[in-house]
């Protein structure tokens, strides 16, 4: 089993997304800073100030909360996730927006989705200033949705944290995450839906209790996407020197990093160096998935990755620790070609 048969191609997206980065640069883009790649988009508003947005989904984890009767999840993973992704270029919210596609109304789902985005929203202390909502029978299946969120924040132009300065000798920092966050969805359902040992139930066993995770599948798949953004405003407060920040979602951890990597640079990351998950090690086991694959798709315990210079990098641990926020050197960067190298500790 691989994402590949379970429906999704991530080099053919891939593909499809270098082709929409140069379609999009014809565009006008006087304003535009750092192009297509970045975690979100840059708008120079002048006066050194910086727009900074991002809009992304939660996929087919919406499908397993809809199987639990509890879409509140939802909600705050569409909030914490970009407000995530902004916070990579060192951005504070604004404010948020939401799409929500239906095959036809459902009120109880559409009130917990909302409600969700509205804790989150306070949390990160931004509005929710506005949406939209559809039913659209011919485009879903009966039963099906699609949320979608959208955000926007702002930076000053000399505090942008872009990678640019990320340099050999830099230190590595893993802030954790709760479980799957929103990406590896697809997957995890086919294993499980295909699985001789859950088919006799269908569509039921997310709620049977998995004793390796000490609570239900759906209970543990279910786990929040996890908003950084206190954590890390406080690190922005601080005299640290954070070169580099790259949320792990889709591709996984080596996928995401490399991202904000300059050439000339290569990351290093030991495993080892961060407990696993029960549910990463269950959805492996189940679904026998290779390493590679594992840490192609999930995110294995990792949500967010800070790159900081060796100077400051106690620093960095020491306020992250007062924040009681975890975290974990799990590992440095190296004079070398381009990419990310995963191995054993």
Not at 68 to 81: E, F, T, Y
Request: charge should be positive; include cysteine.
């Amino acid at each position: 089993m691989d994402y590949k048969k379970a429906g999704v191609d991530i080099l053919g997206s891939t593909r499809v997304k270098q082709e929409i980065a140069r379609l999009a640069a014809t565009t006008y883009n006087k304003n535009v800073l750092g192009g297509i790649g970045h975690f979100g988009a840059m708008y120079d508003l002048g006066k050194g100030e910086v727009l900074v947005t991002s809009v992304d989904g939660v996929g087919t984890k919406l499908g397993i909360a809809q199987k639990m009767g509890d879409c509140q999840v939802i909600g705050a993973d569409l909030v914490n996730h970009g407000v995530n992704d902004i916070s990579c270029l060192g951005a504070a919210p604004l404010f948020f927006l939401d799409y929500l596609g239906q095959e036809k109304l459902n009120q109880r789902e559409t009130l917990q989705i909302i409600q969700g985005m509205v804790s989150a929203c306070q949390e990160a202390r931004i509005p929710l200033i506005g949406g939209e909502s559809a039913q659209l029978p011919d485009v879903y299946l009966k039963g099906k949705a699609e949320a979608v969120g959208f955000i926007a924040g702002i930076v000053s132009k000399e505090k942008i944290i872009d990678g640019s300065k990320i340099k050999a000798g830099d230190k590595i920092i893993g802030l954790p995450s709760l479980g799957l966050h929103t990406n590896g969805y697809s997957l995890v359902r086919k294993i499980f839906s295909d699985s001789e040992k859950f088919n006799w139930l269908p569509n039921h066993f997310w709620h049977l209790r998995v004793d390796e995770l000490g609570e239900s599948l759906g209970q543990a798949l279910l786990k929040p996407h996890k908003s950084y953004l206190k954590s890390l405003s406080l690190l922005f407060s601080k005299p640290v020197d954070i070169h580099g920040i790259a949320h792990i979602t889709g591709g996984g951890i080596a996928g995401n990093v490399v991202r904000i990597l300059p050439d000339g640079c290569q990351a290093r990351i030991r495993l080892g160096t961060w407990p696993a998950l029960p549910i990463f090690q269950y959805i492996q086991k189940e679904g026998g998935l290779s390493d590679e694959e594992m840490y192609r798709v999930f995110n294995m315990g990792i949500g967010m990755v800070l790159i900081v210079s060796r100077e400051t990098s106690g620093m960095v641990s020491h306020f992250l620790w007062n924040s009681l926020q975890p975290r974990y050197t799990i590992g440095e960067v190296i004079k070398g070609k381009k990419g990310v190298k995963i191995e054993t500790h």
